[in-house]
């Protein structure tokens, strides 16, 4: 099976979301784990406006690398997201049609929603859903959000992720990552992204400096705190964004013993928290 | 009677949460509708839906109902104040022995208006596990988002909605319209009851029925597996997991990649399981296959090809992970991950669980000293059993804990009494698993069980009622198996005061006696449990706790065998006689534990029963001594043609005092010679 390029599923998913209504985002510009951290999913699924929107999403996890060795595993990676508030009554339905889209027929694969609850203890967020699968493979997270930032939601979202790598190898039929057709002309993923998986994992696990990053983690937090007295929700969540990335490097470094690490989480959760709360404070107030 | 079908449709529910959801549904219906005599109730659950149908009565008849009032002497405010909550007038009341009385008929109630009264509310309140909100505002919440909701009475639709005040509900409303499988049959179809609904659903690819989905699914396994000369391991949970995760359920065989068969079996069959719901498959000699099957959700139109090779390739990612830390963890010593666990927690007061390594160590040495097994290679077993915690492996399947261990000491080229102790050292886990029976595993086996007894009991953490987050009960039960089919003779005593010097100044003296009275009674449940004569065991009990449990087994094994001959139980009816007699008197006047004064004994049959007293007061402890328990009981055998001739001619409680004392003194020998041997007065039946 020679599936669409890496490129093309992006672009058909594109398509295919923005002709569901959705505001068709470019990827957030500060580094974080996952697709969830861009305000466009954490603070925008707070609130009483109805909100639409689908975006690529580099999602950093700097202890998932592998120097480029591991046919599965990478430290930098594209999460496709998706949220819509309220959630939609067809949001099942929208979503398989968004498969076959790329190529997945649900009368020849077997797809499935088999139960899967999301939490993210830094963004003190929660909701119920399924991992959904194709053939026995996690080809997404469905999730319906119930509480974000410690705040329950007022209106539940539905939010998609889709691994975008890993859906890549199943249409195309490829076993390892670096080999992924990425624009249909020839370049291949490890084209792209060897030499930074290299690189970034030699960074990641011995050459970061632990001290800047303890440093910047507290600069992160402090300038958090200084923005939210000034109400500026928005550029007082980079930092949060900023900080949890902090955390991550510095966990990769290994360097945070265990009740650090609860400690570190705690504070991550608590400038989600105050900027969640800020976010929803100013969408009250226009 | 009429039929009330009920079915609740919507996105999928957890697989787990099906069967309670269905039986939460009966129960919360079968109590709102109670005046309507709910009967033949049945359920169906599985991944879209739960539904319920039942004969209920068509309506709750006409009655009348009389309500007493003041008194009718009561001032006219009382009177007009009672007419005014019901509704009456003066003319509806009539007085009844000094009371007014209000004689209120009550209209018959039709079952679909019941229904319809009853269900918004049992739906808003329904108990799931986990319960969430989706769409707009509304905060009626369902499992996941509920789409469909059926209602019908003989056929017709019992209408009602989901609206409360300003929630709008979800704009659900009854109906009786429901959906076959998403993708082979979409869309609604009409419902008229529960048999056509059954039937329309399968030929929309939906079997409703959780039982025939397992027996598709089990059958369906089983046949492909035989074909390819394989058996199916036997995994009851996975088979009920699967059947809810499927409405057409449609068994399959893949095959496993050659170049991951050298991975151990425990790691392949639980990759497949937990990650992927697959059942692992054998071969005739019981080795691994290099096949799998699982169960697909749909009839697809390539005959399976995709699916198969969609399966087989996640399987391959899967095992390619395991390898990955089936080889990086053996480039490291089990030995040398002992620092590690020094860093991880145990239990908050209990120490880190290198702490535990080590006091299992020490007291794995002492248990194996005390079994005639290496009390070296336990304690080094002992040491290193925990150090698969720290692994990588273990990390991702924790169910592998144990078996890992096991594997990493052999390749590390421990003893392989060493890794099989490591091994088995969880065992048993359950009721399935069998206990270790070799000297060494068995002792490393009880050295952690023992250790977790005493170390919990130590900080207060006791098992109560439904409560035993820390599986202290499986625990003891677990001990009790382990000397028990093993045959294993260990006095515990000693083995507790060792384990509480593990813990040093956290446990207090009594902790011993504390642990080894609750592994005796979870023997005793666990005799009860096998019709085993539980009772017998609390008889032997009372004559004093044994810390030997295989000896204590022995000795009940001694008197239940006894107490099941006609001999027997005559012994334990001249014991009660005997026991009742001296309860009354000695309410009276007693105790009656003064010697027997022998030229008080006139009658023939009392002199007869005394020396046989006498008798079995010297033979009963001598035999137990040597835990003769056998000889125990035949030498209080011996007194039972004795007790019975006595009870015949004599009058215990002769007119002359001393003859009665004496009379007394004598039952009260024959019984405290008795309860040497066991407590008989708690012997049931």
């Known amino acids: 099976m020679a599936g669409p390029s890496f490129q093309d599923l992006i672009l058909r998913l594109h398509d295919f979301w923005s002709r569901q209504g959705c505001v068709i985002l470019q990827p957030y510009d500060v580094e974080m784990g996952a697709g969830t951290f861009h305000p466009a999913t954490t603070l925008r699924a707070l609130g009483p406006r109805p909100w639409a929107a689908a975006y690529v999403q580099p999602s950093r996890r700097p202890s998932d690398g592998r120097y480029g060795e591991n046919p599965n595993r990478l430290q930098h990676y594209y999460q496709y997201q998706v949220i819509m508030k309220p959630s939609p009554e067809a949001a099942q339905d929208m979503l398989l049609a968004s498969y076959r889209e790329l190529g997945l027929d649900p009368r020849r694969h077997d797809f499935r929603f088999v139960e899967d609850d999301w939490e993210s203890p830094t963004l003190g967020a929660w909701g119920l859903g399924w991992e959904v699968w194709c053939d026995g493979m996690e080809v997404g997270q469905f999730t319906y959000f119930q509480q974000v930032g410690g705040i329950p939601v007022v209106l539940p979202s539905f939010e998609m992720t889709y691994g975008l790598e890993r859906l890549a190898m199943y249409v195309q039929d490829v076993e390892r990552v670096f080999d992924l057709d990425f624009n249909g002309r020839g370049v291949t993923y490890g084209d792209v992204f060897l030499r930074a998986e290299r690189e970034y994992s030699a960074h990641n696990f011995e050459h970061a400096d632990t001290a800047m990053l303890a440093r910047h983690f507290q600069d992160a937090e402090a300038e958090c705190a200084a923005l939210l007295r000034e109400k500026l929700a928005l550029p007082a969540y980079d930092q949060c964004i900023k900080a949890s990335h902090l955390f991550n490097l510095l966990d990769a470094r290994g360097v945070i013993s265990v009740s650090e690490r609860a400690a570190y989480i705690g504070r991550v959760r608590a400038l989600a928290k105050a900027c969640c709360e800020a976010w929803v404070a100013g969408e009250e107030t226009p | 009677m009429p039929e009330l079908f009920i079915e609740l449709f919507g996105e999928e529910i957890p697989a787990r949460m099906q069967a309670g959801g269905a039986a939460d549904l009966a129960r919360l219906l079968t109590a709102a509708l109670a005046d309507l005599k709910p009967s033949g109730v049945r359920t169906w659950y599985g991944p879209r839906r739960i ?82 909100r989706w769409g707009g505002s509304s905060q009626f919440v369902w499992v996941r988002p509920l789409r469909r909701i059926t209602c019908l009475l003989d056929g017709a639709l019992v209408a009602f909605d989901m609206r409360q005040g300003e929630d709008e509900g979800h704009g659900l409303a009854s109906g009786n319209v429901s959906e076959g499988h998403r993708f082979l049959a979409p869309g609604g179809f009409p419902v008229t009851g529960a048999a056509p609904w059954v039937e329309e659903l399968r030929k929309r690819f939906v079997i409703a029925d959780a039982g025939e989905r397992k027996r598709i699914i089990k059958d369906g396994v089983g046949e492909l597996a035989a074909a390819e000369n394989l058996a199916v391991v036997d995994d009851p949970g996975l088979l009920d997991e699967v059947a809810g995760l499927v409405e057409w359920p449609v068994p399959m065989l893949g095959r496993i990649d050659a170049a991951y068969m050298d991975l151990p079996p425990e790691v392949m069959q639980v990759s497949m399981r937990v990650n992927q719901r697959y059942f692992a498959l054998r071969r005739a000699d019981g080795t691994a296959a290099d096949r799998f099957a699982f169960v697909a959700n749909v009839v697809p139109d390539d005959g399976g090809k995709a699916i198969v090779a969609g399966n087989e390739r996640v399987l391959r990612a899967r095992f390619a992970d395991a390898r990955h830390f089936w080889d990086l963890d053996r480039r490291t010593k089990l030995a040398d991950r002992l620092p590690t666990l020094d860093s991880v927690t145990f239990h908050a007061r209990l120490g880190s669980q290198g702490a535990r390594a080590r006091r299992i160590a020490a007291l794995a040495g002492t248990i194996a000293a005390a079994l005639g097994a290496d009390a070296n290679l336990a304690r080094r077993a002992g040491l290193l059993c925990k150090g698969d915690l720290a692994s990588g492996m273990v990390g991702e399947f924790p169910e592998l804990q144990g078996v890992m261990g096991g594997y990493y000491a052999a390749h590390d080229g421990e003893a392989p009494g060493v890794a099989a102790a490591i091994r088995f050292h969880y065992a048993p886990r359950g009721p399935n698993e069998a206990p270790p029976t070799e000297p060494l595993a068995a002792a490393v086996a009880l050295a952690d069980k023992l250790d977790t007894l005493v170390g919990f009991f130590a900080v207060g953490e006791k098992p109560s009622g439904a409560g035993d987050p820390f599986a202290l009960r499986r625990a003891a039960l677990g001990v009790i198996r382990i000397l028990r089919e093993g045959g294993l003779r260990l006095a515990l005593c000693p083995i507790l005061g060792a384990a509480a010097t593990g813990y040093a100044e956290l446990a207090s003296p009594g902790v011993v006696e504390e642990v080894l009275a609750f592994i005796a009674e979870r023997l005793r449940v666990q005799l009860r449990a096998e019709g085993a004569r539980h009772d017998v065991l609390a008889a032997v009990l009372g004559a004093g706790l044994d810390d030997d449990l295989v000896r204590l087994l022995a000795r009940t094994e001694a008197v239940a065998s006894v107490l099941a001959t006609e001999e027997g139980t005559n012994l334990l009816a001249g014991y009660r006689r005997a026991a009742n007699i001296l309860r009354i008197e000695e309410a009276k006047d007693g105790p009656h534990d003064e010697a027997v004064a022998s030229h008080l004994l006139h009658l023939a049959s009392e002199q007869v029963l005394d020396r046989a007293a006498a008798a079995a007061r010297v033979a009963v402890p001598a035999a137990l001594t040597e835990q003769n328990f056998t000889g125990a009981m035949a030498a209080l055998a011996e007194l039972r043609a004795p007790l019975d001739a006595f009870f015949a001619e004599v009058m215990v409680n002769d007119p002359v005092p001393e003859l009665r004392r004496n009379r007394l003194a004598l039952l009260a020998r024959v019984r405290a010679t008795m309860n040497q041997v066991a407590e008989f007065s708690r012997i049931e039946g």
């Open chain 2, 51 to 132: 539904a319920l149908a039942a004969s209920i009565a068509a309506e709750v008849p006409a009655s009348t109902q009389s309500e007493r009032g003041p008194r009718a002497s009561a001032p006219s405010q009382a009177v007009e104040g009672f007419l005014r909550k019901h509704g009456a007038a003066r003319e509806d009341l009539r007085e009844e022995s000094g009371f007014l009385v209000l004689a209120r008929s009550l209209p018959a109630r039709p079952a679909a208006a019941l229904i319809a009264a009853a269900l918004p509310d049992l739906l808003r309140r329904f108990p799931w596990p986990k319960s969430m």
